[in-house]
């Protein structure tokens, strides 16, 4: 009943067969590119152990105390390794983000987590008994020993509580109860952690001692891990924020609670092309710049005039503490922006039709992603949900596009039926509608989705059951 | 995709921690093979170790001298090492298992003269520099005892400071070069 | 070919001469059946192709000798770019010990005037060891003023090593250590150097005296074994570590106090 469509549903016709695809190519590179990705992660996990193997450590095993200490320096390998991934993982390395998407990479970051606790732990508690055992004496003394007697083990100690620190703030049941701001900051304190496990690694124990080329590979690991963590997370930033020099020109509501912010700034086509991908802004005023925010351009940047200086835009809602002091920014301010970021973009098309599906402010990227992703008229879909026609945000822009690029648009607005898991609202759910109806070459498309959380997974399992496979479905969480 | 991923993982991981076996057992095989070295380190003490040299892979030194006519030291069961064979008594120097303590890697050598024990020292493989022992061949304390020794009958050349030649005349050297001439 | 063991007591035959202000002995194995006489006329001819050489580089080099290249050197009569070629090569030889030892050997007097006399008696070693290989003599053990180069084995044709005693510095009539040379193994060359008898000739880098009292290091070859011995009397226990660690020797350090720092080659 609230469904309106401008152009007329097209009939089920049956396509030239075989049509070339021109992301195959694309595709497969990706799609390597993230096995491979894979395959280092756990082949540097084996490593770590193969390095305690290589140095004869096998042949602790012959006595009970030798068994808990070559566990134990196992379990601090094993879990060492596993947080130099994190750190990784969460580096925005290109290789990465490239390959798999940055939301993915945080969702390993994510799972990491546990393990690398649960490892640590064990290599301190497994040597204590380990060491204790081989010396006669109980865990505890063992401990205090340890921290008395060998240089640098104190450190091990203060690392040992940051990471119980990290982690424990870092588990969702915890983090809803503090502000953001303070699970970050703590967050942040990773880096202590590690900085302080560092020297103990290197000076107990012989399997890094001086002379071993364990020691090479180790000293190799962390410095490489440090240095992608200092280029891609602090220099490219402060290179990017300085090189486009972006200031907010003007502020602009364009609904309830939504406001468009569009800033100048220099060498802007630098930052065109990236679709959907989300860059991270941060607001040089008081009280505003440590906050960072992940936001999607709505729209490419507008080259005005030969020096390079140009326009860009984007469009965010009052979500939080954060959010709500937007609207409030005045012109002038300078900006701090990192990226692009993400897989919402071009680079993970595989398919030659595309479905772009988006809802409340995740119209957003969806716009962004509508003005230059290649497609053949005809090849595209895009579908709006709001609750009503106003809630379509940049909705005139984007019928605009669609009808010069030659996409098929659908506004969906209206409530979502009570009690049922479904992204449609109401009378089309009723009407037995699903994402096929909309789409029938469905089961050969790239979906793209955003919006809240809940809905998207609708979404996404309504494509799932059409045929759709893991490969075509792209989402982009903007609210994490 | 992910099953590739999943298969090429297992089988690089697998891979890796084969090699990793095989360069330890070759390790530990090379270990017991070389022969032993004393070591005058403070057992039990719970300050840094001395620099002391350790028994496994010291390589160069200790294999040219097994070859070289004291009897030769042969590789038994990893764990254990052969004598160093100095003397022709029934002895000699037997490494135990390395056993990691909070300072690092400790082997534990046994004398034996006569069949009975008579010294257990514990050798620092991981010296105070945190240098990997097994692969320098540093000069470390000894005792008069402990170092090579001759009978002068055995010796058929003297090396010592440069003999003046008035000191030569009488020198252990004058006395030898005499009893050839 | 004789069968040889162990219990063979070696039967040896010796030349010595004097030269360098010290005493050269020549020591090789008697041949057992063989004729002394022929043995004895070979011998001869062994020491005196070294003795030529010896003396030919002493009247080179030794400061001793008013009229040597480097006495003249010594008094400023000679440029040392206007030197011979083997002075130079000599001298050139010592600056590169010098750069590997980092400083601890150097080529000059702390008065600043050339004394090659640390490089140049392991040379004359090195060179006699060459020129008795070359006349044939496949079992031999020089050894001047208590620098030592062996070849083969103490028995003819034989397996066994040579057996080098060490002097004890503290008692000069005893030894505190032996060492097998030659034989199978690679190591055929024993120096020693002390801070003890005729010191003058070991500048200790920096002010003061030595650690050590006395140094004896093995190696491969002669030149390396002398320069190594006195670089460590010089240069204490840094210059030892850094010989143990880049050179393939072993080293038995005796210590002012008597007490001792050995590589693993000296173990017992």
Known sequence: MNTTTQTALRPAARRAPAARNPFKGQHRRRMLQADLLTVIAWASLAGAVALWLADGGAAGFSTLAGAFTAVGIVAGLAGMDLVLLMLLLAARLPVIDGAVGHDRALEFHRKLGKPSLYLLLAHGVLLAIGYGLAEGLDPVSEAVALWVLVPDMWLAYVSMALFIAVVVTSLVAVRRRFPYEFWYAVHLLTYAAVLTSLPHQFSVGGLFAEGTWQRWYWLAVCIGTGAALVHYRVLEPIVATVRHQ????????????????EMAGRHLDELSGSGGRFFIWRFLAPGQWWHPHPFSLSAEPLQLDADGGGRLRITVRNLGRGSAALARLKPGTRVAVEGPYGLFSTASRSRRHVVMIGAGIGITPIRALLERTPFEPGDATVILRGHSPSGLYLGDEILELCQRRGATLFHLTGRRPRGAQTWLPESEARSGYRLASYVPELADADVYVCGPAGWALNVLDDARRAGVREEQLHYERFDW | MRIRAVVSATLASAGILIAGWQSGTHVADTASATGTTAGPASAGSTGAGTGTTGSAGSGAGSSSKSSSGSAGSSAAASGSTGSSGASSNA?????????????????????????????VTALQLTDEDRRSVQISNRAAPLLRAEVLKAQSANVQTISGATVTSSAYLTSLQAALDAAHL | MQP???????????????????????????APGKGSAAGELALTAAAAAVERLFRELDARFSLYRPESEASRLARGELQLRAASQDFRDRYAEAADWRLLTEGAFTPERPDGVPDLSGLVKGFAIKEAGAALQAL????????????????????????????????????????????????STAIRALATSGSAERGDHIWTSGAGVSTFRQVSVAAADIVTADVLATAIVAGGIPMLNRATSGWDVEVLAIRNDGGILATPGFRA
């Open chain 3, 136 to 183: 044939g003599h496949g079992d031999w053990c020089l050894n001047a003023g208590g620098d030592v180069l062996v070849a083969g084995s103490p028995i003819a044709g034989g397996q066994a090593s040579w057996q080098a005693g060490i002097v004890d510095p503290q008692d000069r009539r005893t030894l505190i250590a032996a060492f097998p040379l030659g034989g």
């Open chain 2, 91 to 119: 002895g000699g120097t037997f490494a135990g298992d390395v056993v990691q303590t909070r300072f690092g890697s400790v082997q534990v050598q046994i004398s034996v003269t006569g069949g009975k024990i008579t010294d």
């Open chain 3, 4 to 30: 040889t063991s162990d219990l063979e007591v070696p039967q040896l035959k010796a030349k010595t001469f004097r030269c360098m202000g010290t005493v050269i002995s020549l020591t090789v194995p008697v």
């Open chain 1, 246 to 261: 972006l200031r907010v020109s003007r502020v602009v509501a364009v609904g309830h609670g939504v406001v468009s912010i």
